[in-house]
């Protein structure tokens, strides 16, 4: 079905994984120095690429990852997220909308990740050709309620370019 064609869309994604040792964490495209855990995931585990993809695709109303990159089929296996994200970008594009800024949340008891703000922000906008105040990261710890787990939240509104 096609999208209808308001000037704005609002996107919203979500996403979790289970943290365990032995694996780095990545987030945003950012390796976590000091991590002492990664994301136990299907593919390279990013949380914020995961839910910055499902946001592009909720926002245009055209479902979620998971309908794209089943994690049954294991040819998605070890998928660099930074494909994933890709896809999904260029089926906004393709629908004539473009990002317009992104606001996204981390939720993780450990590491502090303060200091590698600028670098989330960086690279998270370069992926989706933004300027990088254009995308917006916060932290949050989960006060010892999930302390096994790094959850991510992203909201993005998209702006629909002229033909
Ligand atoms: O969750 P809480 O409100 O206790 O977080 C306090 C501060 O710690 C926040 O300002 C946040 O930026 C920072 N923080 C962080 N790294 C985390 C979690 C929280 O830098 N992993
Ligand atoms: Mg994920």
Known sequence: MTPSPLPYRIGYGEDAHRLAE???????????PHAERGAVAHSDGDAV???LADALLSGMSLGDIGQ???????AHA???????????LALVREWKYVPANVALVITLDRP???PLRADIARNVSAL???????VGVSFKTSEGLAPDHVQVRVTVLLRRVEQ
Do not use: C
Not at 68 to 73: A, E, G, K, L, V
Not at 78 to 88: E, K, N, P, Q, Y
């Open 128 to 134: 989706l050709g933004l300027n990088e105040t254009e």
């Open 112 to 114: 502090k990740l303060g």
């Open 78 to 88: 070890g998928l660099d997220s930074r494909v994933i994200l890709a896809d999904s």
């Open 68 to 74: 794209y990159y089943p994690d049954t089929d294991p």
């Open 49 to 51: 690429l995961h839910a």
């Open 22 to 32: 032995g694996r780095t964490l990545v987030l945003g495209g950012v390796p976590i």
